[in-house]
């Protein structure tokens, strides 16, 4: 036994041939199902909107309004990129080519002599046609190249052919690769072209589509013959009618072909679906191991050893499983086209033949329940010969009825394989050119015209790309050319005939999520807002972007509601929460904790802070002092100054949602002077939670600052603020200037209203004692129960025991028993830890005893548990900055002059009689802590 045929040898080709076509297979059907385009670029790209949300509500009597905050809204729209680059899979293709090329030359060398002279002439053609000479050695297309990989090809597989006979397969194979390595290094190193490995990588597609046709030929009946053998199999002994079964399989199997072939046409619209015929490279592989077993073991003519030959085609099914992959990522739509045509032809006429061979020559035994399928195989001539030729026949009448198409597929094959050599090495104007002329000849190449239109784009050639891409929706339409060309002229503000592009593009593709989603975006812009929704909720489909953007649209135009299921998207979950936000819901923790997580990880600075802001967007009393360091230290990021201002009022935000009043007023005014186009926002917000805590002269102030820069969206709460602050001659103003509305509260009947009106005008300026004699006067209302509660909120501090008894007594007589307001008003001590903590817990501050200076209270609070006298000045000169409470006044004249600040003590003595009468002024500073 020659050592070429030994087990051993055969044990590793076989698996050497398996390693190959496992993962080509694998590969092939990921593609084939489910990423049937992965060189298609299409990419979100991210922009943002704001809503306004609910952050807070005012309630003043009757006075009412929310206090609204921005949340961001992440819109995404469709884009179409250049064709992503694929240089690394090249080369893992040319790497799998050389591969199986070494390994079949390695079996061809023990070859009989005729079919090695065959089979080495068929290595030449598919060399030659290759295009290798291209690499340019020594001269423009001279014939180095060529000459030097075949001498290192053939010259080895001569030689042992002749000589090698009892040399191991494995060291055949080790030639083989050092040889082969040799001559590609030497081509390499010789050629003067840009990156010559990725022109040789690249037109390695041609070599190995060569052999994977090749194998596809030799393969051209194995459906038929592999069913017919397992057919026959199974009807030893039985004596079943196989001869029908057969004739049934073989008539669907053609018809099912000729449906393909039609389709591939585009001749017939079935009214149901067909399939890639390069799904039957499967059953063709499979069967055909099948037929080629029996073959091996009925004919004595072979080429070769069965082992070489079962070798041989499990290499070329592996070949012909890699090229499909291989199409699928480079885009070349000529070369998977013409791949199809030359398979489908080549079932259609070996498979009839076959059939043909089959009934003529069997049919008087197939029933018989004998071992028919061993002789199936003799006379060898019938089958090789007559069968063949047959085949081939059929194969020219069928390119003849498609008029010779596989010649244009070719042509703009070619074409393309030079165009991604010189599009994956940056020659742009040389790829634009052989991607228009592979366009030009065969229309069927939705990458090559993609390229062009991007190529041109570049190349700063707009009106030319236009041209192109309107040709290729007139001739040929592709969701990406439409896109793009809808992209373009949405740049230009043709805004009408960006979305008329994309309407008639989703009149050819109905079920496309790039065209809906790019469409519903336009047709809001055009103010369609109900048909821009229809577009979007018309497609059945789970895209995150689709079901983003849906969230986000709704939200804009004023119709939140909250998806029934939630989403794991991060931009999804980000409208999700500017959703739930803008219905005034609690969100679910969940989502809060998940968006935050993600927003600390994730690269995207205008992601980052569009979680943020929706995630602090809530009335959180917990210590902020964390969440505010998480933003400071991201505002320190370069990438984020972009956002900077977004950032810092976010943070005011989070301050404000834990209580800090003090601290989101000044920084609302910092943000205003830094940031002079958005002042007027950030002024009026100011001026709205100045309004909340009952400061109506500075909340007035804040509200004619915003509107001279710019703020014009004044409203019935804006007409009784000024009438609050006492400026009715403001308040006449804004009202016939901006059309506001009287409220209703002025149609009331009753002291009951005016009453409540007066006290809260001037509440913080007022003595307690005074709030309290006005309150057991006033008449029994809920605004008495609302006076009730401020003034236990803000003026406990100057209330006797009694006094807080009273107020809380009718408080729960009126809303229900208050638990901590009980236990605070049972010992109305500041200094008591308990009592203190139940004050804050009934008023739902954060634990910050001075966040809010208009709690006077709370400001006593801190203030007995500081002991340096200069400490205490502080606190209650920056708590003077907002409160005018008189009490407060007084403890601050008395620090001032505790430190010796007596200039400080007068000014603030005279700055007091402005708004308190002599006699309880001079009462006030005659008494004692």
């Known amino acids: 036994?020659?050592?070429?045929?030994?087990?051993?040898?055969?044990?590793?080709?076989?698996?050497?041939?398996?390693?190959?076509?496992?993962?080509?297979?694998?590969?092939?059907?990921?593609?084939?199902?489910?990423?049937?385009?992965?060189?298609?670029?299409?990419?979100?790209?991210?922009?943002?909107?704001?809503?306004?949300?609910?952050?807070?509500?005012?309630?003043?009597?009757?006075?009412?309004?929310?206090?609204?905050?921005?949340?961001?809204?992440?819109?995404?729209?469709?884009?179409?990129?250049?064709?992503?680059?694929?240089?690394?899979?090249?080369?893992?293709?040319?790497?799998?080519?050389?591969?199986?090329?070494?390994?079949?030359?390695?079996?061809?060398?023990?070859?009989?002599?005729?079919?090695?002279?065959?089979?080495?002439?068929?290595?030449?053609?598919?060399?030659?046609?290759?295009?290798?000479?291209?690499?340019?050695?020594?001269?423009?297309?001279?014939?180095?190249?060529?000459?030097?990989?075949?001498?290192?090809?053939?010259?080895?597989?001569?030689?042992?052919?002749?000589?090698?006979?009892?040399?191991?397969?494995?060291?055949?194979?080790?030639?083989?690769?050092?040889?082969?390595?040799?001559?590609?290094?030497?081509?390499?190193?010789?050629?003067?072209?840009?990156?010559?490995?990725?022109?040789?990588?690249?037109?390695?597609?041609?070599?190995?589509?060569?052999?994977?046709?090749?194998?596809?030929?030799?393969?051209?009946?194995?459906?038929?013959?592999?069913?017919?053998?397992?057919?026959?199999?199974?009807?030893?002994?039985?004596?079943?009618?196989?001869?029908?079964?057969?004739?049934?399989?073989?008539?669907?199997?053609?018809?099912?072909?000729?449906?393909?072939?039609?389709?591939?046409?585009?001749?017939?619209?079935?009214?149901?679906?067909?399939?890639?015929?390069?799904?039957?490279?499967?059953?063709?592989?499979?069967?055909?191991?099948?037929?080629?077993?029996?073959?091996?073991?009925?004919?004595?003519?072979?080429?070769?050893?069965p082992m070489v030959i079962k070798t041989l085609h499990i290499l070329g099914f592996g070949m012909a499983l890699w090229m499909v992959w291989k199409f699928k990522i480079s885009g070349n739509q000529p070369a998977e086209e013409l791949f199809k045509h030359l398979l489908t032809y080549s079932q259609i006429g070996f498979s009839l033949f076959f059939t043909v061979y089959l009934f003529a020559n069997f049919t008087s035994i197939m029933n018989s329940g004998q071992a028919v399928e061993k002789v199936l195989y003799k006379p060898y001539s019938l089958v090789y010969y007559h069968v063949r030729i047959g085949g081939l026949i059929g194969m020219l009448v069928l390119t003849t009825y498609a008029e010779g198409i596989i010649g244009v597929q070719a042509n703009a094959m070619s074409s393309n394989i030079l165009a991604d050599y010189f599009y994956e090495t940056d020659q742009k104007l040389?790829?634009?050119?052989?991607?228009?002329?592979?366009?030009?000849?065969?229309?069927?190449?939705?990458?090559?015209?993609?390229?062009?239109?991007?190529?041109?784009?570049?190349?700063?050639?707009?009106?030319?790309?236009?041209?192109?891409?309107?040709?290729?929706?007139?001739?040929?339409?592709q969701v990406e050319n439409i896109m793009l060309l809808s992209d373009r002229l949405h740049q230009e503000n043709n805004v009408i005939d960006a979305a008329y592009y994309l309407e008639r593009g989703l009149a050819i593709f109905p079920n496309s999520p790039h065209l809906a989603n790019n469409l519903s975006l336009l047709l809001t812009k055009l103010n369609k807002t109900e048909q821009a929704l229809a577009v979007l909720e018309s497609l059945e489909t789970k895209n995150p972007v689709l079901h983003a953007n849906t969230l986000a649209l709704k939200t804009k135009l004023g119709q939140p509601s909250i998806s029934a299921t939630s989403s794991d998207d991060f931009i999804s979950q980000i409208n999700e929460l500017a959703t739930s936000n803008a219905l005034a819901n609690n969100p679910a923790q969940e989502l809060l904790l998940a968006l935050k997580e993600k927003a600390e990880s994730s690269?995207?600075?205008?992601?980052?802070?569009?979680?943020?802001?929706?995630?602090?967007?809530?009335?959180?009393?917990?210590?902020?002092?964390?969440?505010?360091?998480?933003?400071?230290?991201?505002?320190?990021?370069?990438?984020?100054?972009?956002?900077?201002?977004?950032?810092?009022?976010?943070?005011?935000?989070?301050?404000?949602?834990?209580?800090?009043?003090?601290?989101?007023?000044?920084?609302?005014?910092?943000?205003?002077?830094?940031?002079?186009?958005?002042a007027g926002y950030y002024l009026q917000l100011s001026g709205s939670i100045l309004a909340q805590n009952l400061d109506f002269q500075k909340s007035a102030n804040e509200f004619i600052a915003a509107e001279e820069k710019g703020f014009q969206a004044f409203d019935t709460q804006h007409w009784s603020i000024f009438g609050l602050a006492g400026m009715p001659d403001k308040a006449v103003e804004i009202r016939e200037k901006y059309q506001v509305l009287l409220p209703t509260y002025l149609t009331e009947e009753g002291p009951i209203v005016p009453e409540y009106l007066n006290s809260i005008s001037t509440f913080h300026q007022s003595l307690p004692e005074k709030l309290y004699q006005q309150w057991q006067t006033s008449a029994d209302s809920d605004l008495k129960t609302d006076m009730a509660i401020r003034i236990i909120s803000h003026k406990a501090h100057g209330l006797s025991q009694g006094q807080l008894r009273d107020l809380a007594a009718y408080i729960q007589a009126k809303i229900g028993e208050q638990q901590n307001l009980q236990s605070f008003v049972s010992n109305p001590d500041l200094g008591n830890t308990e009592s203190i903590k139940a004050f804050i817990s009934w008023l739902n501050t954060g634990e910050e005893a001075a966040a809010n200076p208009y709690l006077t209270p709370l400001i006593f609070s801190k203030l007995k548990s500081l002991n340096d006298p200069l400490e205490q000045y502080e606190l209650l000169n920056a708590a003077s900055e907002f409160n005018r409470d008189p009490i407060l006044w007084k403890h601050k004249i008395e620090a001032a002059l505790a430190v010796g600040l007596d200039n400080y003590a007068q000014a603030a003595i005279e700055e007091l009689a402005l708004w308190v009468a002599e006699n309880d002024l001079k009462e006030l500073l005659q008494s004692t802590n």
Not at 85 to 98: C, D
Not at 232 to 248: C, D, E, P, S, T
Not at 614 to 623: D, G
């Open 1 to 305: 036994m020659p050592q070429s045929q030994h087990p051993k040898s055969s044990v590793f080709l076989k698996v050497l041939a398996l390693l190959l076509l496992i993962p080509g297979g694998l590969f092939a059907l990921y593609y084939l199902i489910f990423d049937p385009q992965p060189y298609l670029n299409l990419a979100p790209a991210s922009f943002l909107d704001t809503v306004a949300i609910p952050f807070d509500w005012v309630q003043i009597g009757p006075i009412s309004f929310p206090i609204k905050v921005d949340n961001f809204l992440v819109f995404q729209e469709f884009k179409s990129l250049a064709p992503s680059l694929q240089g690394k899979q090249s080369l893992v293709f040319a790497g799998i080519v050389w591969l199986i090329s070494v390994a079949a030359l390695t079996v061809l060398s023990e070859f009989k002599r005729l079919y090695f002279i065959i089979g080495g002439v068929i290595w030449i053609v598919l060399l030659t046609l290759s295009d290798f000479n291209a690499l340019n050695i020594y001269g423009q297309n001279t014939t180095f190249p060529l000459m030097i990989l075949m001498a290192g090809t053939l010259i080895p597989v001569i030689t042992l052919n002749i000589w090698g006979t009892y040399i191991p397969l494995f060291f055949k194979g080790l030639l083989l690769f050092s040889s082969t390595i040799l001559s590609l290094a030497l081509v390499l190193w010789l050629s003067p072209i840009k990156h010559p490995e990725i022109y040789l990588s690249e037109h390695s597609l041609l070599l190995g589509f060569g052999m994977a046709i090749a194998w596809v030929f030799w393969n051209g009946h194995s459906v038929i013959s592999g069913i017919y053998i397992l057919l026959a199999r199974a009807n030893r002994n039985i004596k079943l009618n196989i001869a029908v079964q057969i004739a049934l399989i073989t008539l669907v199997y053609i018809a099912t072909l000729i449906f393909i072939l039609q389709e591939l046409q585009g001749e017939l619209n079935l009214p149901f679906p067909t399939f890639s015929p390069l799904f039957l490279l499967i059953p063709m592989g499979v069967l055909g191991w099948i037929s080629i077993q029996e073959k091996t073991k009925q004919s004595e003519q072979l080429i070769s050893s």
């Open 430 to 477: 040389e790829a634009g050119i052989m991607y228009e002329n592979a366009w030009m000849r065969y229309r069927k190449n939705p990458k090559a015209k993609n390229a062009v239109a991007h190529l041109l784009l570049e190349q700063n050639q707009p009106s030319q790309a236009k041209l192109h891409l309107e040709e290729s929706f007139s001739d040929a339409p």
């Open 603 to 678: 690269d995207s600075p205008m992601l980052i802070q569009a979680a943020l802001r929706n995630v602090f967007s809530q009335k959180n009393r917990e210590n902020p002092t964390a969440d505010l360091a998480l933003l400071d230290s991201l505002g320190q990021k370069e990438e984020m100054n972009l956002y900077l201002m977004d950032m810092q009022e976010t943070a005011v935000i989070r301050s404000l949602g834990a209580g800090r009043v003090t601290e989101a007023v000044k920084n609302l005014n910092g943000l205003a002077f830094r940031n002079p186009n958005d």
